[in-house]
């Protein structure tokens, strides 16, 4: 066994020790028990990216990952203003949800396997992205070829890392990559001229651009280079809260399998459908077999629509983002988006 084999075993077994005697050390007991007991969810979510998480011109923040807290919020409490948003960056976000800080991060993580596997769960894909670059009119860059030698901003841990040096390498490009301790920094930097391309999700660029006042300075380049399958997150050994937070997400997407919006939702619980009668509740007893009331997905629906309204309320085309739902329509309508059956 060579030096470096050795070398390289040991640190990986004390990286994992370490890793699971702080989980078990702030191991939590059951997350729904502690939710329902203090009266409030707690929701990790993004600093401010318009359209997802930020504040409005009144400090309320809002967004499509608000929206998901709101949901879970009201399924889990029958309220979806028992919630307490906590804006947090990447580094700081993932090593919350075991501590107890947050039960929930309804961020713009990516499912990867690497986080999956170091104990965070993400029981439901709710928004399937990919990543691009973002770069200035005037550099004249038109495809990623065109970034050889090129100065690439990001944040620290996020998945734009591997990918840049993944990409950059296969296609034998030269870069600097340059990465800060949140996107909201890194994105800076790259509007300040410091890098020649910020790297992040198609979404998040979108985000960021739509609050620009010299949006038209900037562009996005048209290659995607990686799947990014984003969606909530919860801690790993808490089944009870995972399987309602996955059935809460599940039933937006349902209600608009189904038909059921915000607006129609009470006159929907006399429906004669037996699945949208599963889905409110009005028979079966799904909610009370995980521990909240048999009306979770009505609360979750009432608060706020179903999956395509809360697309288009907060980055559809109507909004400053301009997203059309590409992979993210219903599989009905040529997406990849379905819920799990509600049967
Ligand atoms: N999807 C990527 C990137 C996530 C990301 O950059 N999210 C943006 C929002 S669009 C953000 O601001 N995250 C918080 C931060 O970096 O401070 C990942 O999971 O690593």
């Given at each position: 066994m060579s030096q470096h084999f050795r070398t390289r075993r040991a640190m990986q077994g004390a990286l994992a020790l370490a890793t699971l005697a702080a989980l078990a050390g702030a191991a939590r007991a059951d997350v729904l028990d502690d939710v329902k007991a203090r009266g409030v969810l707690k929701c990790g979510v993004t600093l401010s990216a318009p359209g997802f998480s930020a504040e409005d011109n009144n400090g309320k923040r809002t967004g499509f990952d608000v929206d998901l807290c709101k949901a879970i919020g009201a399924a889990a409490l029958g309220d979806e203003n028992k919630i307490q948003m906590q804006p947090m960056d990447l580094k700081t976000s993932f090593a919350a949800l075991p501590a107890g800080g947050v039960d929930v991060l309804t961020h713009r993580f990516t499912w990867t396997q690497s986080r999956d596997i170091g104990g965070l769960k993400f029981?439901?894909?709710?928004f399937f992205d990919g990543q691009g670059f973002a770069v200035t009119?005037?550099?004249?860059?038109?495809?990623?070829?065109?970034?050889?030698?090129a100065t690439v901003c990001t944040a620290q841990g996020s998945t734009s890392e591997l990918i840049v040096a993944d990409y950059f390498r296969a296609h034998k490009l030269k870069y600097k990559i340059v990465t800060f301790a949140s996107q909201e920094l890194a994105w800076d930097a790259f509007i300040a001229k410091r890098c020649d391309a910020a790297i992040n999700d198609r979404s998040g660029l979108a985000a960021r651009l739509a609050k620009l006042p010299n949006r038209d300075e900037f562009k996005v380049l048209a290659e995607t280079v990686s799947n990014e399958p984003i969606g909530p997150i919860v801690a790993q050994g808490q089944p009870r809260w995972e399987a309602l937070v996955l059935f809460t997400l599940n039933a937006l997407v349902a209600a608009e399998e189904m038909g059921v919006n915000q607006g129609n939702v009470d006159a929907m619980?006399?429906?004669?459908k037996p699945e949208v009668q599963r889905l409110l509740g009005i028979s079966g007893d799904f909610g009370t077999k995980m521990g909240?009331?048999?009306d979770y997905a009505y609360k979750a629906i009432k608060a706020v629509g179903n999956f395509g309204e809360i697309w288009d309320r907060n980055?559809?085309?109507?909004?400053?983002?301009?997203?059309?739902?590409?992979?993210?329509?219903l599989v009905a309508n040529g997406g990849l988006m379905m819920s799990v059956p509600v049967r």
């Amino acid at each position: 066994m060579s030096q470096h084999f050795r070398t390289r075993r040991a640190m990986q077994g004390a990286l994992a020790l370490a890793t699971l005697a702080a989980l078990a050390g702030a191991a939590r007991a059951d997350v729904l028990d502690d939710v329902k007991a203090r009266g409030v969810l707690k929701c990790g979510v993004t600093l401010s990216a318009p359209g997802f998480s930020a504040e409005d011109n009144n400090g309320k923040r809002t967004g499509f990952d608000v929206d998901l807290c709101k949901a879970i919020g009201a399924a889990a409490l029958g309220d979806e203003n028992k919630i307490q948003m906590q804006p947090m960056d990447l580094k700081t976000s993932f090593a919350a949800l075991p501590a107890g800080g947050v039960d929930v991060l309804t961020h713009r993580f990516t499912w990867t396997q690497s986080r999956d596997i170091g104990g965070l769960k993400f029981p439901k894909i709710m928004f399937f992205d990919g990543q691009g670059f973002a770069v200035t009119v005037k550099s004249r860059a038109n495809k990623i070829s065109d970034l050889n030698n090129a100065t690439v901003c990001t944040a620290q841990g996020s998945t734009s890392e591997l990918i840049v040096a993944d990409y950059f390498r296969a296609h034998k490009l030269k870069y600097k990559i340059v990465t800060f301790a949140s996107q909201e920094l890194a994105w800076d930097a790259f509007i300040a001229k410091r890098c020649d391309a910020a790297i992040n999700d198609r979404s998040g660029l979108a985000a960021r651009l739509a609050k620009l006042p010299n949006r038209d300075e900037f562009k996005v380049l048209a290659e995607t280079v990686s799947n990014e399958p984003i969606g909530p997150i919860v801690a790993q050994g808490q089944p009870r809260w995972e399987a309602l937070v996955l059935f809460t997400l599940n039933a937006l997407v349902a209600a608009e399998e189904m038909g059921v919006n915000q607006g129609n939702v009470d006159a929907m619980l006399k429906s004669d459908k037996p699945e949208v009668q599963r889905l409110l509740g009005i028979s079966g007893d799904f909610g009370t077999k995980m521990g909240v009331g048999n009306d979770y997905a009505y609360k979750a629906i009432k608060a706020v629509g179903n999956f395509g309204e809360i697309w288009d309320r907060n980055v559809g085309p109507q909004t400053p983002l301009r997203l059309e739902r590409g992979h993210n329509a219903l599989v009905a309508n040529g997406g990849l988006m379905m819920s799990v059956p509600v049967r």
